[in-house]
């Protein structure tokens, strides 16, 4: 589990190598335990046992590295080229060379200052037009309602839209349709990548829908969020990136930006269901945050998360959803979890 004041734990993807006995093997004698690294800068270690791909984080600087490889990556875009970290029996062994060049690179001082701004965060709101999603018609007082998915996350995405300009000083807040229009997905997700006036301008994807079971009605309730999981490998990289760069580099390169995205993916929506749980207790969030390869996650390739707002064919969200002031205050508490993770993601150190 992480132990950093700045980055929160997350159990399943992120292990930090605390001590070495912990840990059994020895060092070879040309190289350092990992461990005296962290100690050394006050850095904190994100490593992912799945993939084998770690991040060390210190105030001003991340350094990506893969165990074997002979690049590092500061920054999530330059890279360096050092003496391979070498993986063994549970133990990361960091080279006399490549320790000197990561502990001076992290080695700097910790100013007031906000290491990598999000410039723009785009909210989804799913379907529309003549793509209405789905749907439940209901009788109330003796009156014949139907209740369409894309009007629900239309009005829940403005109001997040607002809330979310409140709450922060920096990014551009954008929706993907601010109407009943239809829109390709592909649209969608082309729309959040030309935010970008530099290819490793930091955007965020947040798509917005109503969930449903196949049943006419169901007891499953609550929200969940979905993100892409580590298995579903995509081309992340700007192809003007990854033109520069040489095959075997770009290919390390894009499997370290890939498990960036992942991992924040995951701890953005840990953010949302956090919020939700805090401030409004009677929205179940036991269905939590999992895996899916949603069109709309899969080609944005930045941390991007699909929020399933509630269950249209169950009674007691459908009530909620239903009405103008719940889905109100569903986007402020989405807001409030979304911009706990940008003061995060940012590094205000």
């Not at 992912?48 to 350094?63: A, C, L, P």
């Not at 969930?211 to 298995?231: C, F, Q």
């Not at 944005?300 to 205050?329: C, H, K, V, W």
Request: glycine residues 6%; proline residues 6%; contains cysteine.
């Amino acid at each position: 589990m992480c132990t950093s004041t700045h980055r929160p734990p997350f159990t399943l993807m992120c292990a930090l190598l605390l001590a070495a006995a912990v840990f059994t093997g020895a060092a070879e004698s040309a190289s350092s335990d990992i461990v005296e690294l962290l100690e050394r800068t006050g850095a904190v270690l994100e490593w992912d046992e799945f993939t084998r791909t770690g991040v060390i984080w210190s105030g001003q600087d991340s350094i990506s590295f893969a165990p074997g490889e002979p690049i590092a990556v500061a920054n999530f875009h330059e890279l360096m080229r050092i003496e391979p970290i070498v993986y063994q029996r549970g133990r990361l062994h960091v080279p006399e060379t490549t320790f000197a060049a990561l502990a001076d690179r992290l080695s700097g001082p910790t100013d007031l200052v906000r290491l990598r701004p999000v410039r723009a965060i785009v909210i989804d709101p799913g379907h529309g037009g003549r793509d209405p999603g789905t749907h439940r018609t209901v009788t109330i007082g003796g009156e014949t309602v139907t209740y369409y998915e894309k009007d629900i996350v239309l009005e829940m995405a403005k109001h997040l839209k607002a809330e979310l300009e409140k709450l922060l000083d920096g990014p551009e807040i954008h929706l993907t349709r601010d109407s009943d229009v239809y829109l390709p997905l592909k649209e969608r997700t082309e729309f959040a990548h030309s935010l970008r006036s530099d290819p490793l301008d930091n955007v965020l994807f947040v798509s917005l829908h109503v969930n449903a079971s196949p049943l006419p009605w169901t007891d499953a309730r609550g929200v969940e969020i979905y993100y892409l999981p580590a298995t579903q490998r995509r081309q992340v990289l700007e192809e003007e990136i990854a033109a520069s760069l040489e095959p075997e580099v770009s290919a390390i390169l894009n499997d370290l930006k890939e498990e960036e995205y992942t991992v924040e993916s995951v701890l953005m929506g840990k953010a949302v269901l956090d919020a939700i749980a805090r401030d409004m207790p009677e929205t179940p969030i036991e269905r939590g945050v999992r895996v899916a390869n949603f069109f709309v996650v899969r080609e944005a390739r930045m941390p991007s998360i699909l929020i399933e707002t509630g269950f249209i064919n169950n009674r007691e969200d459908l009530a909620l959803l239903a009405t103008s002031e719940y889905r109100q205050r569903l986007a402020v508490v989405i807001a409030a979890g979304i911009a706990a993770y940008v003061r995060d993601f940012e590094q205000l150190r």
